[in-house]
């Protein structure tokens, strides 16, 4: 999957892009596979500004075969960030196979190591991760990575996930979509995804679910850290303020085709236990592979870093209503 390219070499890291096109006319980069960290030991605070300043520019990273564990791979998000998401364990923590609220089971095997039932609630709020989406935008104040790290060793070609580019594809947009789209703000909802995913399993939310996640309030186009821009979007996004449900969905799911066209994937396979991919949900989408009947296991633990920086929260109710717009349909 590294392209036939020179690797990227920084201090004791070699950098091997995963889609990149350095001519003039492209500048592609996005996704990168990285070697050189040693995960035996916590990693040292100028390694960790040197991965940091790698993610700006990838959105992606890749780290093979670490040998991390849990406690490891917390142990590394809480360098990237103060504070991380907590689990809100749904299916109750006594179900919950990991059991540590700062990771989230989103592989596909319950705590008695069989694959997750066919037409559980699990089963189908999964459904929802199949679709695009940037991880929590649906909170106010929304997080800026994810660290999926995988346990056991999948089946080879059985386990996948797939990123698109969100910075090159808002940059491919014709000017006039761009003007159209500048200062939307947008609405988005959990519960809406989960709705697309599995229409009659979560028509509605159920009243503690609907409590624990309301929707939340950004801006559609935004600055990426490497401030070029880029579509702050997601299966969540469920309303453009100002525009009827129909439109927003319309306008909001043409964008999303639009940023996973080919020319913005790629596809990461899982090889290995100990694998490891960390993405910035601030300038790129991805998504997971669907549950079936036939699925081999997936072992797979998600830490999230809630983000510090300058977009965090989003658009609030003083600015909704100070730019004429309401958060009511
Ligand atoms: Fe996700």
């Known amino acids: 999957m590294k392209v036939n390219c020179e690797p990227e070499r920084v201090a004791a890291l070699t950098v091997w892009p995963v889609m990149f096109d350095g001519s003039a006319a492209k500048s592609v980069r996005f996704g990168a596979e990285v070697e050189g960290v040693d995960w035996s030991k916590p990693v040292p605070a100028e390694v960790v500004a040197q991965l940091v300043s790698l993610q700006d520019k990838y959105a992606v990273l890749i780290f093979r075969n670490t040998g991390l564990d849990d406690a490891r791979h917390i142990a590394f998000s809480k360098e990237l960030g103060d504070e991380l998401e907590t689990n809100p364990f749904y299916y109750g923590i006594e179900n919950d196979r990991v059991g540590n609220p700062l990771l989230f089971d989103v592989g596909n095997i319950d705590k008695d190591g069989s694959p997750v039932r066919k037409d559980s609630r699990r089963w189908h709020h999964s459904m929802g991760n199949v679709l695009w989406h940037t991880d929590s935008s649906y909170h106010q104040q929304r997080s800026k990575y994810s660290i999926l790290l995988s346990h056991g060793n999948p089946v080879k070609g059985g386990s996948w996930t797939h990123f698109a580019d969100t ?89 999303i085709a639009h940023c996973t066209k080919p020319e913005y994937v790629f596809s990461m396979e899982w090889l290995q236990g100990g694998d490891m991919v960390w993405w910035d949900n601030r300038q790129s989408m991805h998504r997971a592979n669907p549950y079936t009947e036939e699925m081999t296991a997936r072992d797979v633990r998600r830490s999230t870093i809630i983000d510090d920086g300058p977009l965090a929260f989003g658009v609030s109710r003083d600015e909704i209503h100070r730019a004429g717009l309401s958060v009511e349909e």
């Open 167 to 255: 910075r090159r594809a808002y940059a491919d947009l014709p000017e006039d979509k761009k003007r159209e789209i500048e200062d939307m703000i947008v609405e988005h909802d959990l519960w809406h995804s989960r709705k697309i995913g599995s229409p009659q399993v979560y028509k509605e939310p159920l009243p503690h679910e609907r409590t624990l996640k309301p929707p939340a309030y950004h801006r559609l186009v935004q600055r990426a850290p490497d401030e070029r821009k880029t579509l702050f979007l997601a299966a969540h996004a469920k309303r453009i303020l100002g525009r009827s449900l129909d439109d927003s969905q319309r306008l909001l799911w043409d964008l």
